[in-house]
């Protein structure tokens, strides 16, 4: 019996914040919690998130905040955002 798992095998969680702190968190908040219009992208199955990021990275509209979405997933690789779906999986904000 072959079992796949929910992330990839490669997923790595340090990593996907690594780049979510690089490339997104100007947007879409601390650890994903949404900020104004743009929003929350945390909390989501791997597989919802891999499956919006691939859409946008192939010019998919999926809604108001599309033109910029397609801009910033276009460079992203198949690895990149594995480990940025795994790490938004259960990312959380911490006070400090």
């Known amino acids: ?4 798992p929910e992330h990839g095998f ?3 969680k340090a990593l996907g914040e690594i780049r979510y702190n690089k490339s997104c968190v100007n947007c ?26 691939k859409a946008y990275r192939e010019g998919v509209k999926q809604g108001p905040n599309s033109a910029l979405m397609i801009m910033m997933a276009k460079p992203l690789t198949d690895e990149e955002i594995e480990n940025l ?4 999986e259960d990312a ?3 006070v400090e």
Do not use: Q, R, W
């Not at 650890?31 to 919006?52: H, L, M, Q, R």
């Not at 779906?85 to 938004?88: C, E, I, T, W």
């Open 1 to 4: 019996m072959l079992i796949f």
């Open 10 to 12: 490669g997923a790595d």
């Open 28 to 53: 879409h908040g601390p650890a994903g919690k949404g900020v104004a219009s743009y929003p929350k992208i945390s909390g989501n199955e791997v597989s919802y998130t891999t499956t919006k990021l």
């Open 85 to 88: 779906a795994a790490y938004l």
């Open 92 to 94: 959380k904000y911490e």
